[in-house]
Each structure stands twice: as structure tokens, then as C-alpha cells.
T-cell receptor, first 108, second 114 residues
Framework: DAKTTQPTSMDCAEGRAANLPCNHSTISGNEYVYWYRQIHSQGPQYIIH???NNETNEMASLIITEDRKSSTLILPHATLRDTAVYYC?????????FGAGTILRVKS | DVKVTQSSRYLVKRTGEKVFLECVQDMDHENMFWYRQDPGLGLRLIYFSYDVKMKEKGDIPEGYSVSREKKERFSLILESASTNQTSMYLCASSWDRGRGETQYFGPGTRLLVL
């Protein structure tokens, strides 16, 4: 499975967009990029995934670069409840491998 | 909404006890997974199952067994609990198979073995 690199932590002001980067320079053509988050003391929550094209759903947008070596998760209007650890995962097949993730702190 | 439930949020057991952790999903998912999560180590896959009565070892199966008698239920068994099995246990389920995998997680069971 391709490895991912994420910043350890980020701060974001409430109401502003949160942009969380992820590098996955060894990704191969069939590997998906998944994002999950984990709020304290809860199970991980699926956010979004993509292969080549940018994706958007009710929670977030996922921007994948043309060479697919990096991606950005965008929370368009962050709220205090978005404070969590965000995991970027590159997946082929069924195995999710969670790294350390990025701690996002949304501040009022 | 997909719902994955786990039998307990918190559990305290003694060394040597047999421990059952149960997971139930209500979306007719084929695949079910058990992970443990420890500080600094992230989530690690213990066992998974693609179908009823089917199981496969994950990365850290030692000291654990599983049972899947019905599609919606996946049980994790600690035959003889030890203190190093104190952890957060997370169950997940999914319907995708092969490329791409959206797993839905339960709330977790925090197990303390004394």
C-alpha cells in the first residue's frame, strides 16, 4: 500500500475553509485516495474518496492533483464539531492502513 | 444511514478471562472487520470476514479468534485475556469488494484487562 504523509496538526478558524493536504507520491494507477476522520472517543467516520477526478459530497471536497501524487481535503465552512484527527489513506483492495493523521483544531 | 453497533462501550475484565466483543451491522454488508487502536500505533487489523463462516487473519491475529455465523454479526473472542490486550476495539463493515473500500465503523469498545 502506498504511504501517505500528512502534517501533524493544523488550526482553522470557525467558518473558514479547512484545507488538509496529503502527499502520496508512490501511489499507483489503481489506488484510491480515502479520507476518514475520528472525533475523540468515537470510531472513524468515512468522509470521501476518489481515484482521479475531484469529488464533492455533503461533507467535503477532495482535490487530487493531475499526477495523483498529492491531494487536499477541503471542509468548506469548518465548525467546532469538525475538530478531529483526519486520516488520508491510499487503498488498493480491501485493506485500510491508518497512519497518524492530521489533528485539525477548529477555533472560535 | 449505515449503522454499526458494538455490544459495549466500556468493558473491564480480569487476566485469563474469556472475552466476547460483538458487532452488528444493519446494511447487509458482506465484509466485516475488527481493529484495535492504541496510542502511537494507529489502527491495526486483527481479523476480517468476507462472508458468513469465512474469516481471514489481519496483521495482528495472535491471541484473538472470530466468529461469523450470521451475515450481520461478527464476534471477536479473546480466549484468555491478557493485560497487553487492553485497547480500543473497533468493528467496521463494508459492501465493496476488490478495488475501493468504504468501511463504516462502530463507536468502539474500550477494553481494560486487569
Amino acid at each position: 500500500d502506498a504511504k501517505t504523509t500528512q502534517p501533524t496538526s493544523m488550526d482553522c478558524a470557525e467558518g473558514r475553509a479547512a484545507n488538509l493536504p496529503c502527499n502520496h507520491s508512490t501511489i499507483s494507477g489503481n489506488e484510491y485516495v480515502y479520507w476518514y476522520r475520528q472525533i475523540h472517543s468515537q470510531g472513524p467516520q468515512y468522509i470521501i474518496h476518489g481515484l482521479k477526478n475531484n469529488e464533492t459530497n455533503e461533507m467535503a471536497s477532495l482535490i487530487i492533483t493531475e499526477d495523483r501524487k498529492s491531494s487536499t481535503l477541503i471542509l468548506p465552512h469548518a465548525t467546532l464539531r469538525d475538530t478531529a484527527v483526519y486520516y488520508c489513506i491510499v487503498l488498493y483492495g480491501n485493506k485500510l492502513v491508518f497512519g497518524a493523521g492530521t489533528i485539525l483544531r477548529v477555533k472560535s | 444511514d449505515v449503522k454499526v453497533t458494538q455490544s459495549s462501550r466500556y468493558l473491564v475484565k480480569r487476566t485469563g478471562e474469556k472475552v466476547f466483543l460483538e458487532c452488528v451491522q444493519d446494511m447487509d454488508h458482506e465484509n466485516m472487520f475488527w481493529y484495535r487502536q492504541d496510542p502511537g500505533l494507529g489502527l491495526r487489523l486483527i481479523y476480517f470476514s468476507y462472508d458468513v463462516k469465512m474469516k481471514e487473519k489481519g496483521d495482528i491475529p495472535e491471541g484473538y479468534s472470530v466468529s461469523r455465523e450470521k451475515k450481520e454479526r461478527f464476534s471477536l473472542i479473546l480466549e484468555s485475556a491478557s493485560t497487553n490486550q487492553t485497547s480500543m476495539y473497533l468493528c467496521a463493515s463494508s459492501w465493496d469488494r476488490g478495488r475501493g473500500e468504504t468501511q463504516y465503523f462502530g463507536p468502539g469498545t474500550r477494553l481494560l484487562v486487569l
